[in-house]
């Protein structure tokens, strides 16, 4: 569910607005550009030397981290067998997709809420609240916040901001397949509540009592990113202290690999499953659809100093913006990716020299994944010393919790000094231009990390990390 995934539609022109509408609002690429440039190179961060938040209260920082992924719910565990250049990705065996022109996916298998979740919420609830719960109490165990320490927080100043491009889709499916089947009649009662895309937020805070900040960002792939901006926001503004933010989707569905299918987005690689994810190779033939959480615990410094907590890694910043352009398909002239990358920095207090690591969206479609590092070239104009990686290229494309995933793995690398490789780099393309650390790990010092994530509708989130520092 991104604007960078469409290889080819029969006919784009029905996703295009009406050329009349379309025209009295936005100037035609070039014209947008010269319009605006003044505004960039104002708010350029090679412009002027950069000055980064210095008050305590404004600095957000990472404390703990939780996930639900094919490799499993342990943050270590996941970053590991990522390190190691492993595929999550295999045959679909949850449905039978038996029919389907593809037949596999990033599955998650075996999940167990482990006392996270009752007994008897745990059989209502969609998937998504379900990877929502266990992912979030994770993260805050990880953040030194198990049930008793909870009790020491103001849980008014808390808040949960966990989005979702989906929301509750297998509950909506099933309720749609009982309609059919047997009639309103048998519709759950539970199908209103656990179908909608903020219910995997408004639960976890029902768990927890955080009575703080509580709503849902859909921006389809890039629903994380812009969670965790929105979430950051909170805290520098003065309404929290303290912020869940991530996100997750359970869309391994029928339905959804149906839709996909319809749109030509999906790699169609059943004779082999874990080669199929290839960013940036010539022979690429689409994304694999995936599922997952990935979950971040959000804090200002003054409350993490004040508590103790550890610091994994500060959130420098982020933007988001949108293309304005096209239903699922890209500007071709990347004006607003790069734009956001620009704004992100901006945000961040960083100059473009200063950023060594890209954690890059890169979902082996054959439009997407280039006109990605065309906007990066124009913001970065020496990649020399520049490595970007791709996530998905072993886990597949989670859709609204890929940036939650790809913001673990970046922050992972920064503590470790470790980078994940990028798989199945067989027939790379000559025009990428930067390290893609292809097929093996590579150890490097990050300085700053940035990770872009961007969904259809022409949503762009791009999001800024480093190494904490006091």
Same mark, same amino acid.
């Given at each position: 569910m991104e604007a960078q995934h469409i290889i080819q539609l029969k006919n784009p022109s029905l996703f295009l607005?009406?050329?009349s509408s379309f025209s009295t609002t936005v100037k035609s690429p070039a014209r947008l550009s010269r319009r605006?440039?003044?505004v960039l190179l104002a708010s350029h961060p090679s412009a002027a030397a950069p000055k980064r938040e210095k008050d305590a209260k404004k600095r957000v920082v990472i404390t703990g981290m939780g996930l639900v992924s094919v490799f499993g719910n342990d943050v270590d565990t996941y970053y590991d067998r990522l390190v190691a250049g492993e595929s999550g990705i295999s045959l679909i065996d949850k449905f039978d997709a038996s029919k389907f022109p593809t037949r596999f996916g990033g599955q998650i298998r075996g999940f167990k809420s482990n006392g996270y979740i009752d007994a008897k919420n745990d059989s209502r609830l969609d998937d998504s609240q379900r990877y929502c719960l266990?992912?979030?109490k994770k993260a805050l165990e990880d953040a030194g916040l198990g049930s008793h320490e909870l009790l020491k927080i103001d849980r008014e100043r808390a808040g949960v901001l966990v989005g979702s491009g989906g929301g509750g889709v297998s509950v909506f499916s099933d309720a749609v397949r009982c309609l059919t089947e047997?009639?309103?009649r048998k519709i759950t009662p539970f199908f209103a509540p656990y179908s909608l895309t903020n219910m995997a937020s408004a639960v976890l805070a029902m768990h927890l009592g955080f009575m703080g900040p509580n709503y849902n960002v859909s921006a389809a792939c890039a629903t994380a990113n812009a969670s965790f901006c929105a979430a950051a926001n909170h805290i520098r503004l003065g309404n929290a202290d303290?912020?869940?933010s991530g996100g997750v989707d359970a869309g391994l569905i029928p339905v959804e690999l149906g839709g996909f299918v319809a749109c030509k987005a999906l790699s169609r690689r059943n004779h082999d499953p874990q080669t199929a994810c290839r960013p940036w190779d010539k022979e690429r033939d689409g994304f694999v659809l995936s599922e997952g959480a990935g979950v971040l615990v959000m804090e200002s410094l003054e409350h993490a100093m004040k508590r103790g907590a550890p610091i994994l890694a500060e959130f420098l910043g982020g933007a988001v913006n949108c293309d304005a352009y096209h239903v699922t398909n890209p500007r071709p002239d990347g004006f607003s990716v790069s734009?956001?990358?620009?704004?992100?920095? *901006?945000d961040a207090g960083v100059s473009t020299e200063e950023v060594n690591y890209i954690n890059a969206h890169a979902t082996s479609t054959i439009i997407g994944d280039l006109a990605e590092v065309n906007a990066l070239k124009k913001v970065f104009?020496?990649?020399k010393g520049i490595k970007m990686n791709a996530t998905k290229s072993m886990i597949g494309h989670s859709m609204g919790a890929a940036g939650g995933l790809e913001a673990i793995a970046t922050i992972k690398a920064i503590q470790t000094g470790w980078l994940h490789p990028t798989i199945n780099q067989f027939n790379p393309e000559p025009a990428v231009e930067f390290d893609t650390v292809a097929n093996r790990k590579q150890q490097?010092?990050?300085? *700053?990390a940035i990770s872009n994530s961007f969904g259809f509708g022409g949503q762009n989130s791009v999001i800024a990390f480093s190494a904490f520092k006091p």
């Open positions: 607005f009406p050329k605006f440039r003044h266990v992912a979030g047997r009639g309103y303290l912020m869940i734009s956001c990358i620009q704004r992100s920095l *901006v104009k020496n990649t490097h010092e990050i300085n *700053v």
